[in-house]
């Protein structure tokens, strides 16, 4: 019998089933963030402000957090012209190991719980050559890595009523497909996706209602990341309020993972299935 139209056939399925899969998205409703309760880390600037505006105008109920106090009342007096419906903010550096439960903390006594915490604080990131820094490597997988996985997820966050939704922003483009001038930098990436992928199996495992959306960003025009890139980059730069806005919707949605922008994730699946190097490396300059 030959087997070749079946395997055909068979191919073409799987390759149909993946595209839905990949492409088919929920409809994202405004109204699930009402009275939402969020916990927003770095949202003194970039990304994170703008996720603070979008939440706001949503009536969400908000804590933001970054080191920076007076930038932080600048944000929260717009957040409150914008509708938020409670907003508070607490100073705090995510580098020093006692911070993030003190953050937490004050947030669940501020909101009466958390429904949203979303992790978007990213610390100094180089964007050059690997010249043999060992040390700044360490620092990076020693201090960034575990600003993240520090976060409590159980205990005072899981109240009664509150429905977790986990984002984790410290991704980017560099976390799923390495890239020219950010060794040590995709190295820490790499480390966050693998722990908070494997976290997300075993939150599951242990029925518990917490939902990790992990976010893959591209070139966004904040302006850390214009500086950086600049000379070094030949792609267009997208907008860090569409940025933060695709990330709230994937949140909301319950989303494993969000690609800003969109054509990002076909990139990714085709960097995997035919890896081409010289390609990839066209877009940068030394």
Known sequence: MDMKPIGKVLCATAFVIGFLAVFWKDSFKPERLSGARVLLTGASAGIGEQMAYHYARFGAEIVLTARREAVLQEVMEKCLTLGAKKIFYIPADMSNPLEPEKVVQFAVQKLGGLDYLVLNHIGMTRFQMWDGDVEYTRWLMQVRFPRCS????????????????????????????PTPFTTSYSATKFALDGFFSSLRHELSMQKKN???????LGLIDTKSALESTRGKVSLPASP???????????????????????????????????????????????
């Open 210 to 216: 917490i939902s990790v959306t992990l976010c893959i």
């Open 240 to 286: 860090a309020s569409d940025a933060a806005l695709a990330i709230i919707q994937a949140g909301a949605m319950r989303m494993r993972e969000v690609f800003y922008p969109g054509w990002l994730h076909l990139v990714c699946c085709l960097g995997v299935l035919f890896p081409c190097d010289p390609f990839l490396q066209s877009f940068y300059s030394p």
């Open 150 to 177: 520090r976060f409590p997820l159980s205990g005072t966050i899981l109240l009664p009523g509150s429905l977790l939704v986990f984002s984790i922003l410290s991704f980017s483009f560099p976390g799923k497909i």
